[in-house]
T-cell receptor, first 117, second 112 residues
Framework: AQTVTQSQPEMSVQEAETVTLSCTYD???????LFWYKQPPSRQMILVIRQEAYKQQNATENRFSVNFQKAAKSFSLKISDSQLGDTAMYFC??????????????FGTGTRLQVFP | GAGVSQSPRYKVAKRGQDVALRCDPISGHVSLFWYQQALGQGPEFLTY????????KSGLPSDRFFAERPEGSVSTLKIQRTQQEDSAVYLC??????????FGQGTRLTVV
């Protein structure tokens, strides 16, 4: 069975600074996807960034980037130039690879990020 | 609509009452997932549909939970004889052939 662990229940950062959220996972699968989702108070999960396990290059989306260490089973999220709107719960998630489409997501327990002015 | 729509947004049920939660996926999305998110926790998988076929219901916590998607579009999650431990946010997600799942805003169920 796959597990996802987020060891930081809460983090805080000042506006315009950089913050890194940690995530580790356990799996025996060789091909899979990893995701970071943002959940604001509206409750809707919003995809921030995704990483395919077979790709060695770390994914980047504007101010968001990941540090994917496959051997260590580590997948951290770096948020640069933090903005007040980044305040939310952040969830790391794992998904097995499927030939087509989406499989179920396995989520961590989340990290609450507070961005201060 | 353009996104996944869930209704109601909030539901208060007395213990023992039956409830039905609705999910309208994005039009044309083949896959539909239900998740349960307890307070302060990450979402946990409940069940999965591909079109009208329920291919995985391994996450349903008891036989009081039942889900259907009869025409391969709208889905309903039904909980019979609700108990306090059923209090949670129920999230629905849909996807097409890509790996990205799109989530609705969830239904917050409170059992009193």
């Amino acid at each position: 069975a796959q597990t996802v662990t987020q060891s930081q229940p809460e983090m805080s950062v000042q506006e315009a600074e950089t913050v890194t959220l940690s995530c580790t996972y356990d799996t025996s699968e060789s091909n899979y996807y990893l995701f970071w989702y943002k959940q604001p108070p509206s409750r809707q999960m919003i995809l921030v960034i995704r990483q395919e396990a077979y790709k060695q290059q770390n994914a980047t989306e504007n101010r968001f980037s990941v540090n994917f260490q496959k051997a260590a089973k580590s997948f951290s999220l770096k948020i640069s130039d933090s903005q007040l709107g980044d305040t939310a719960m952040y969830f790391c998630a794992f998904m097995k690879h499927k030939a087509s489409g989406t499989d179920k997501l396995i989520f961590g327990t989340g990290t609450r990020l507070q961005v201060f002015p | 609509g353009a996104g996944v729509s869930q209704s109601p947004r909030y539901k208060v049920a007395k213990r023992g009452q039956d409830v039905a939660l609705r999910c309208d996926p994005i039009s044309g999305h083949v896959s539909l997932f239900w998740y349960q998110q307890a307070l302060g926790q990450g979402p946990e998988f409940l069940t999965y549909f591909q079109n009208e076929a329920q291919l995985d219901k391994s996450g349903l916590p008891s036989d009081r939970f039942f889900a259907e998607r009869p025409e391969g579009s709208v889905s309903t999650l039904k909980i019979q004889r609700t108990q306090q431990e059923d209090s949670a946010v129920y999230l629905c997600a849909s996807s097409s052939i890509s790996v990205e799942a799109f989530f609705g805003q969830g239904t917050r169920l409170t059992v009193v």
